[in-house]
């Protein structure tokens, strides 16, 4: 892996060069750029290395410590004039692994689950090419404010493709999801993800994190028999997600757990500050503990004074004991 200065150089420079749209321009002018954009990322957030171990011992198609930090921010267009930022995206199945003994056939978008977390500023066009390779039909619905035509209720044949394009707003955590009868099989087979919208100002550097709650219903008996932050159960609980001390985490969290009317979300050691639904760039509230029904999403904003190891999870503890437990590392800084 490389060192976390570069990797963090690089992340940020691809996303601010996407984020202003400034993929057209020269190469000089794209350096200076760089520079200028690393230096300031440098200075203000530090996000440690990340180990990614290779999965192909559970066979699984994705990994949730690559999820975790992974923002989708589409390719920059220009078309008369227009900029229109484009997502593409393909619905197929693949066998996950959730543990030892248990495996699982996913619905899934681009082969992960969740899929992608999409990313776009207030009031850019969007356009999101949607394939669908699977067998059955499937769509995709945007949760924000758009024309009904683009809602996403239609199904998409095996085989089809089709395009949602709508302007990127209001600003806030939103979500997508397939929207196919019955719905719920079709969200807890993996068919959904995380889609933000960022402010017209940007928010305060941080190390940016995105957890998607889903659960699993093996038996097809309507009822979750395990339960995954990014998808696989107990990963952060084997893998801890390591932060530095003192250092401002933002946390896009989302429960798109089906079948369980609610699940809350918890972490030890510590308080956050809740935006809700990031509809806001003050915080509603502080607490340790948040309460979310399916669909509903926050940005949870902290930071840890202490170093050492410190669980998060739902406080419904069923759900944390079957899968949905995780660690934060906190290291020094
Ligand atoms: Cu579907």
């Known amino acids: 892996m490389s060192n976390p200065v570069n990797s963090h150089f690089k992340s940020w420079s691809r996303r601010q060069l996407l984020e202003y749209g400034i993929v057209g321009l020269g190469m000089a002018g794209t350096a200076m750029l760089l520079r200028n954009f690393a230096s300031k990322a440098m200075s203000t957030v530090k996000v440690p290395d990340v180990e990614i171990e290779d999965n192909s011992s559970l066979n699984n198609p994705f990994n949730p410590m690559a999820i975790l930090r992974d923002f989708d921010y589409g390719k920059v267009k ?3 004039g227009i900029k229109i930022r484009e997502f593409k995206v393909t619905a197929n199945n693949s066998l996950l692994q959730l543990n030892s003994a248990i495996s699982f056939i996913s619905w899934n978008l681009n082969n992960r689950v969740p899929g992608p977390t999409f990313r776009a500023k207030e009031g850019e ?25 683009m809602d996403g209720v239609k199904p998409i044949r095996h085989g089809k493709s089709t395009i949602y394009e709508f302007e990127a707003k209001p600003y806030g955590v939103h979500l997508y999801h397939c929207h196919i009868a019955p719905v719920t099989r079709h969200i807890s087979k993996g068919l959904y993800g995380m ?16 957890m998607v709650m889903g659960g699993y219903d093996i038996n097809n008996d309507r009822h979750n028999q395990l339960y995954a932050f990014n998808g696989l159960p107990n990963y952060y609980r084997d893998h801890p997600i390591s932060i530095y001390k003192n250092q401002l985490i933002r946390l896009y969290i989302l429960n798109m757990i089906e079948f369980d009317p609610v699940a809350t979300f918890h972490i030890h050691g510590n308080m956050f500050k809740v935006y809700r639904t990031g509809r806001s760039l003050t915080p509603d509230e502080e607490t340790d503990m948040i309460t979310m029904g399916t669909a509903e999403r926050h940005i949870l904003e902290f930071s840890y004074p202490y170093t050492g190891q410190y669980l998060f999870h739902p406080h419904q503890d069923l759900i944390a004991e079957y899968g949905c437990l995780g660690k934060f590392k906190v290291l020094d800084s």
């Open 195 to 210: 889609f933000i919208v960022d402010p017209p100002q940007p928010r305060p550097p941080a190390d940016e994190m995105v």
């Open 78 to 80: 220009q078309e008369n």
């Open 125 to 149: 066009q969007i356009r999101i090419i949607f394939n669908n390779e699977d067998g059955h039909s499937h769509s995709l619905h945007f949760h924000g404010i758009h024309p009904a035509e």
